[in-house]
């Protein structure tokens, strides 16, 4: 079966950064869209980032573009998001989700999710 593993969350004072991975296994991780997306408490689950099978293409929410990065290692099965200039807001359980498609969604596979708390 479908198993991703998400790693890498934590305590982070505002200004830091994280990098989250995100493990894959039970599927054709080469050819499958993986993306993030967070749920902070109180709130609806919201979309972080995607990319493409290859890696050559990537979307991310609007109000993170040039904060976060996604990115992909397809010899490992592992998807990564790196995040920079860490605010309080994006304190938020992180899940990677794997698509049913080579370039984006819809997303049918799901991590556990991982804590990142952000303290100013």
């Known amino acids: 079966q479908v198993q991703l593993v998400e790693s890498g969350g934590g305590l982070v004072q505002a200004g830091g950064s994280l990098r989250l991975s995100c493990s894959a296994s039970?599927?054709?991780?080469?050819?499958?869209?993986m993306g993030w997306f967070r749920q902070a408490p109180g709130k609806e689950r919201e979309f972080v980032a995607e990319?493409?099978?290859?890696?050559?293409?990537?979307r991310y929410a609007d109000s993170l573009k040039g904060r976060f990065t996604i990115s992909r290692d397809n010899a490992k099965s592992t998807v990564f998001l790196q995040m920079n200039s860490l605010k309080s807001e994006d304190t938020a359980v992180y899940y990677c989700?794997?698509?049913?498609?080579?370039?984006?969604?819809?997303?049918?596979?799901w991590g556990q999710g991982t804590q990142v708390t952000v303290s100013s």
């Open positions: 989700a794997s698509s049913n498609s080579g370039y984006r969604g819809p997303y049918v596979y």
């Open positions: 039970g599927l054709s991780f080469s050819g499958t869209a």
């Open positions: 990319i493409t099978w290859s890696g050559s293409r990537t």
